[in-house]
């Protein structure tokens, strides 16, 4: 009997190690993964609104394209009418002798008709000027409407929201922490400010450094973006204000207000010395249609008459940068269509302007009748979610004003979650409603502890990384890309695209948290 009592003592004190231990192992396995899986949710939250500012500027650069062809297409539209109107009026004394022996035999017949093609000629230029005008400032709503979601993106991640005071990284941390074990009574807090101040001053460097980064996110994705408008082609790269910017961050995250003086802020965007111009550029450059816009250049090409009657077409549409207005404008300088027969010119017109000055022209040319056109048209709409026509005819013509940019300062942001809880709260002694089952007591000591096990705090550390890698194409034991690899190209030499917020190459990873209990 006292050798079996014996035993029993030592298997219960076992028992009670073992369970102990088991609570204590498995209750840190699973606030390492809620570590883990909220560090790495609040880097995809992140690495998504960077996207989306990617994807918002590519939409930008779309529509200025889309304006380009608008306006290439009324240049064109300009010739005609020039053409019609010279070839009437003064085509020069060839064509006027033509005319003048013609309607000897045809009793005045091609002047006549000269003439009524003439008159209608003029109304199809002005109305296919305010149709151009009008969708041009359409998309330059749109640019305005994108460029407010980029603002409010960035808010998103660098101010709390008034009704949980946490950022919208900080909340998505919260509630994938609280997917895991979870309880009302002893529930999982992510980067509190109470435990981040308590091992900020911790002896271990990897965790004094953790807590100081898991209260830092907003602060370095608040520096990573700042708002640039287009600007000309040199002077200062983007980013020169940094140190200033990053003490305006710091007042923008602690809940104060920005006084908007510091170059990339939203309220006054630092120039980008041309990066908007040269990206609108490439795009034009790369469209298949982009010979409308850069290139209109043929010459001398038959237009019949057994190649007798040619022709010449010389221009090109340019997006540049109007220091005196302060907005992009793609200007048509010098484009002319000439005509030849026989080798003797008999007809040369040209056009020169700018989509800023067409924009004032149609607006000024808009009345109701015009506004009915482009409402039959489906261009206009009455509801608050379509264009008011009769709104646009009072606004101009403003380019992209802003757009969300990279600091080159800050390329890369780590998203830390510093996770704590109370001990013993994996539910163990509750029934099902959380209520405490009688009888239970979670007053567990060992024998040499003077401490009991449950009533203290564990913690874990999980980061994770939001950083931009351009997808390759290229695979092990290929030294080529082909078409049908994953539809991305190798950039030429082998360079490597550097982070920026026109491509939405952003990504998320998990990665190490460093040394440390």
């Not at 014996?6 to 498995?26: D, K, P």
């Not at 082609?233 to 908007?260: D, H």
């Not at 994770?464 to 890698?469: I, L, R």
Request: hydrophobic share 40%; net charge negative.
């Amino acid at each position: 009997m006292p050798l079996t009592l014996g035993i029993i003592a030592i298997a219960c004190v076992t028992f009670l190690l073992m369970f102990n231990s088991s609570r204590a192992v498995n209750e840190k396995i699973n606030l390492v993964n809620a570590a883990d899986a909220s560090a790495y949710s609040g880097a995809q939250i992140a690495a998504r609104h960077l996207n989306f500012m990617a994807y918002t500027n590519r939409a930008m650069i779309a529509n200025e394209a889309a304006i380009g062809h608008l306006y290439s297409f009324q240049v064109e539209t300009q010739i005609l009418g020039n053409v019609i109107q010279e070839g009437v009026s003064g085509g020069g004394p060839l064509v006027n002798f033509i005319i003048w022996f013609i309607d000897l035999f045809w009793n005045g017949a091609i002047q006549d008709s000269l003439d009524f093609i003439a008159a209608i000629a003029q109304p199809v230029v002005d109305s296919s000027k305010v149709v151009t005008g009008m969708l041009t400032l359409m998309l330059d709503a749109n640019n305005a409407t994108f460029s407010n979601f980029q603002q409010q993106a960035y808010q998103d991640l660098i101010q709390v929201d008034p009704a949980t005071g946490m950022t919208i990284v900080d909340q998505t941390m919260g509630v994938v922490a609280s997917s895991y074990i979870d309880r009302g009574t002893a529930p999982i807090r992510v980067n509190d400010p109470d435990t981040l101040y308590l091992f900020e001053g911790s002896d271990d460097p990897h965790v004094s450094n953790s807590a100081r980064e898991a209260g830092s996110t907003a602060q370095t994705l608040c520096e990573m973006i700042l708002f640039a408008r287009p600007g000309v082609e040199s002077g200062n790269p983007l980013g020169t204000a940094f140190g200033a910017r990053s003490q305006s961050c710091s007042m923008l995250v602690g809940g104060g207000s920005s006084t908007g003086s510091v170059p990339g802020s939203s309220l006054q965007p630092e120039a980008d010395g041309g990066l908007m111009i040269d990206a609108i550029r490439q795009t034009v450059n790369e469209m298949d249609n982009g010979t409308w816009i850069r290139d209109r250049n043929v010459n001398n090409y038959s237009l019949g008459m057994g190649g007798l009657l040619r022709g010449s077409r010389s221009g090109q549409t340019q997006i540049e940068y109007n220091a005196g207005t302060d907005q992009l404008n793609w200007v048509a300088a010098d484009d002319s269509l000439s005509l030849r027969l026989a080798g003797v010119q008999i007809l040369r017109t040209s056009e020169s302007g700018d989509a800023a000055l067409n924009v004032a022209e149609a607006t000024s040319l808009i009345d109701n009748a015009a506004i009915q056109t482009l409402r039959l048209l489906g261009l206009c709409g009455d509801d608050d979610a379509a264009v008011d026509c009769n709104e646009l005819a009072n606004e101009s013509y403003d380019s992209i004003q802003r757009y969300a940019a990279l600091d080159p300062n800050r390329r890369r942001a780590t998203v830390t979650a510093f996770l704590s809880q109370d001990n013993c709260s994996d539910g163990i002694g509750f029934d099902e409603s959380g209520v405490r089952q009688e009888g239970w007591s979670d007053g567990l000591q060992r024998f040499e502890d003077k401490e009991q096990f449950c009533g203290k705090n564990v913690y874990a550390i999980g980061k994770a990384d939001v950083y931009f890698q351009r997808p390759d194409c290229y695979q092990e034991g290929n030294t080529t890309c082909s078409p049908n690899d994953n539809g991305f190209s190798r950039l030429n030499g082998g360079a490597v695209e550097v982070p920026n917020l026109f491509n939405p190459f952003w990504h998320a990873r998990l990665v190490a948290t460093g040394g440390g209990g």
